[in-house]
């Protein structure tokens, strides 16, 4: 939603780089192979002329002693507080520069409206003339098996 952040992330090799593009999505798969990369059955999926942005993101080992091999790239995508956001739509890939290889596409919208609950959570102290309302929370009073 227009003023949130997009999060994106993909799985790699412990302290390689990938990349994460941005733009639009192409009616046909593009193999590699056309941009003179070595990769066979991996496809572009992004229309290379519509390429919006591109970011180069390291991939961050795990900390936790058994998953030794693995690692997370992350990007977050600032979104503007703009209403002219709405109902955007982009797709995204991801191309792993040490295996050469590619992820499929994501294409993801902006929300086309601001969510709403029709409720609100009120919080504060009865005893202060403040408080804070929030419209994206509700409490749940309790669930019930029938």
Request: charged share 10%; net charge negative; hydrophobic share 50%.
């Amino acid at each position: 939603m227009p003023g949130a952040r997009a999060r994106f992330w993909a799985d790699g090799i412990p302290n390689g780089f990938a990349i994460a593009a941005f733009g639009q999505a192409s009616p046909v798969p593009i193999p590699l192979s056309a941009f003179g990369i070595p990769s066979p059955n991996c496809n572009c999926h992004l229309v290379p002329a519509a390429i919006l942005a591109t970011m180069v993101v390291p991939y961050v080992p795990e900390v936790h002693p058994l998953l030794v091999n693995m690692a997370t790239a992350e990007v977050l995508v600032p979104l503007p507080a703009d209403p002219s956001w709405f109902g955007l739509q982009l797709t995204t890939q991801w191309f792993d520069l040490a295996q050469l290889a590619t992820s499929n596409a994501i294409t993801w919208t902006v929300a086309s409206a601001i969510p709403t609950l029709d409720m609100a959570l009120n919080e504060g102290h009865p005893a202060e003339s403040t408080g804070n309302v929030t419209v994206h929370l509700a409490h749940v009073m309790r669930f019930e098996y029938q």
